[in-house]
Structure formats: C-alpha cells, structure tokens
C-alpha cells in the first residue's frame, strides 16, 4: 500500500480565499483523522471519522472549516474563507479497526500559507 | 482531561552518546502510548508503542521506552545516538486502540558531532 495520501504538499493562498485539502486513507482503515500542527500548538486534532461518520469535530476551531468523508477512499478538510492564521501543517492520518496493536499512520502533510 | 507532557523542548546530543527523551501522561485508565519521529517536511513514523505487557518495549531505529505507571512516565531511550537521529520526537496518548491520539508538543532532537 502506498501509505496515506495527502494532496496537494504545499498550497498559498490569499485571505479570504477558499481551500480544500485531500486526503486518501490506507485502504481497509476504518478511522480517518485530520490534525493540525503549528509552532505554537503543536499537532492538534481536528476530527475524526469512524467508517465515514464524524465521531468527534470539537477540535475543529471555527464555522470556516469544514470535514468529510463521502466513502471509505477520501476525505476533505475544507477551510473557507482563510485567513492567515490558518497557515500551518495539515496532517491526515488513518487507523484500523480497534484491536491490538494498531496505531495512526500518517501522510506526509500540507503545509498551508495564507497571505 | 487527557494530556501528554514533554519537558523538553529541544535536546541536543553528541553522536554516540545516549539519549533519553520524557514523556509524562495525564489519564485515569491504563493508557495506549506511542512515539513517534518526524523528520523536517515528512511526517510522522511510529518508533514504538505499548498496550500491556512487559513494559520496556522495543522499536525501530533501536530506540526503547519504558512505561512506569507509577510515575505515568514512557520515556524514550537510545544507548547510542547517530547523526541521521535528528528530528523531532513526539509522545502520544490514546484512550484505545484505533480512536484518536492526543500528542505532545515535541523534543526537537538535535545532535552534534
């Protein structure tokens, strides 16, 4: 398997404009989670899905990001308008079933500027 | 609440010599651990993880970490650092398996030569 996928790597933007970041899972995971890392905050998540479903959004930090998962192969985090606090790292990652011996696997990120 | 806490923001090393980078936990139950290293612009690979059982785990890159319950410690050992070591180091907590990791903020390791 190719790991996740995370597109694009690198994306600026100007405020106010909107952005979507893409991100295909392992195929076969069941949990999909979407993180932010900053300088200043360190990694935080953002949502997770279960089987698609958002389980858990409380870290989603304000009404412009958005999240979903519309079947088992990709999801998007959606963020609109920026602005430029926003910039930062955006990690997927993805998880099997529960069980033993299971752990996140992550992309390789986005790192978003927002000028 | 769950937490994770890494004293250390930033060590540094000489080649060859050991390391130990801390790790302390806040949960009520026995928790899921991991570390994981991210090297500048990737992202993050698991070195090693512990669930139960003995509780001085093995990893790749041949680090170790010893889980102290009783000082909800799981701290992140190497007898030998080499150069290609440095990155940085982060400790997570996971309430079980498969649901969400809440990390610390990192050690960023560097090492000298």
């Known amino acids: 398997d190719a790991g996740v996928i995370q597109s694009p790597r690198h994306e600026v933007t100007e405020m106010g404009q909107e952005v979507t970041l893409r991100c295909k899972p392992i195929s076969g995971h069941d949990y999909l989670f979407w993180y932010r890392q900053t300088m200043m905050r360190g990694l935080e998540l953002l949502i997770y899905f279960n089987n698609n479903v958002p389980i858990d959004d409380s870290g989603m930090p304000e009404d412009r990001f958005s999240a979903k998962m519309p079947n088992a192969s990709f999801s998007t985090l959606k963020i609109q308008p920026s602005e430029p606090r926003d910039s930062a790292v955006y990690f997927c990652?993805?998880?099997?079933?529960?069980?033993?011996?299971?752990?996140?696997?992550f992309g390789q990120g986005t790192r978003l500027t927002v000028v | 609440a769950q937490s994770v806490t890494q004293p250390d923001i930033h060590i540094t090393v000489s080649e060859g010599a050991s390391l130990e980078l801390r790790c302390n936990y806040s949960y009520g139950a026995t928790p899921y651990l991991f570390w994981y290293v991210q090297s500048p612009g990737q992202g993050l690979q698991l070195l090693l993880k512990?669930?139960?059982?003995?509780?001085l785990v093995q990893g790749i890159k041949g680090f170790e970490a010893e889980f102290k319950r009783s000082q909800s410690s799981f701290n992140l050992r190497k007898p030998s650092v080499h150069w290609s070591d440095a990155a940085e180091y982060f400790c997570a907590v996971g309430p079980q398996a498969g649901t969400a990791l809440i990390f610390g903020k990192g050690t960023t390791l560097s090492v000298s030569s």
């Open positions: 512990y669930f139960s059982g003995d509780t």
């Open positions: 990652a993805s998880s099997p079933r529960q069980g033993v011996n299971t752990e996140a696997f």
